[in-house]
């Protein structure tokens, strides 16, 4: 049974950077074919797609974000992760990461939990 | 403003049959395939609907997903009180080359 858990500070300062990083566990983050991707929530709003790394390392960014994120895979950890740079409060939200399967046409079947993160001073 | 248009609530009564739309254009679901998703508040959304209307194993066959053209509508027939969740339809834009979700429908079971 797949697995996804999200890690990361609750609280960044403004301007800085917004680190995560999706620990996944009962697979191979490097075989298959796979989608491994952001998804975010602000608090009572809807879901947002922040972006996604294939199993070979291409990526894909929301373009309203693009220019502040960078997703990386690290195969030796079995792990993902997500860098913001320049955040904001508007990057206030619930930060889900999610893998999206070929079976399912790259829907996205299995969630992490979720992890809350706040920027403020 | 998200790029797929779903209305913001949605409600029934137990036992009846209720559809949540999804609207798009020819870059999104004109040209892609829609996937559902059910969330309960406090949780990870769960995928509900892939590919247009297949449903993954173990998601009831009163969910019910269909597409046409550059719409695409889930149903839940016999409504059930533990359906009451928020609903969102997502897919790919060829556009933005990125994935797009719906604004989300708040589902209430009177």
């Known amino acids: 049974q797949v697995q996804l858990q999200e890690s990361g500070p609750g609280l960044v300062k403004p301007s800085q950077t917004l680190s995560l990083t999706c620990t996944v566990s009962?697979?191979?983050?490097?075989?298959?074919?796979?989608?491994w991707s952001w998804i975010r929530q602000p608090a009572g709003k809807g879901l947002e797609w922040i972006g996604r790394?294939?199993?070979?390392?291409?990526?894909n960014y929301n373009p309203s974000l693009k220019s502040r994120l960078t997703i990386s895979v690290d195969t030796s950890k079995n792990q993902f992760s997500l860098k913001l740079s320049s955040v904001t409060a508007a990057d206030t939200a619930v930060y889900f990461c999610?893998?999206?399967?070929?079976?399912?046409?790259?829907?996205?079947?299995?969630w992490g939990q979720g992890t809350a993160v706040t920027v403020s001073s | 403003q998200s790029v797929l248009t779903q209305p913001p609530s949605a409600s029934g009564t137990p036992g009846q049959r209720v559809t949540i739309s999804c609207s798009g254009s020819?870059?999104?679901?004109?040209?892609?395939?829609v996937n559902w998703y059910q969330q309960f508040p406090g949780t990870a959304p769960k995928l509900l609907i892939y590919?247009?209307?297949q449903r993954p194993s173990g998601v009831p066959d009163r969910f019910s997903g269909s597409k046409s053209g550059t719409s695409a509508s889930l149903a839940i027939s016999g409504l059930q009180s533990e359906d009451e969740a928020d609903y969102y339809c997502?897919?790919?834009?060829?556009?933005?080359?990125?994935?797009?979700f719906g604004g989300g429908t708040k589902l209430t079971v009177l």
């Open positions: 997502a897919t790919w834009d060829d556009s933005l080359n990125g994935s797009v």
């Open positions: 590919s247009n209307n």
């Open positions: 020819s870059s999104n679901i004109g040209s892609n395939t």
């Open positions: 999610v893998r999206a399967a070929y079976t399912y046409y790259y829907g996205m079947d299995v």
């Open positions: 790394i294939s199993t070979s390392g291409s990526t």
């Open positions: 009962g697979a191979s983050i490097s075989s298959g074919s796979y989608y």
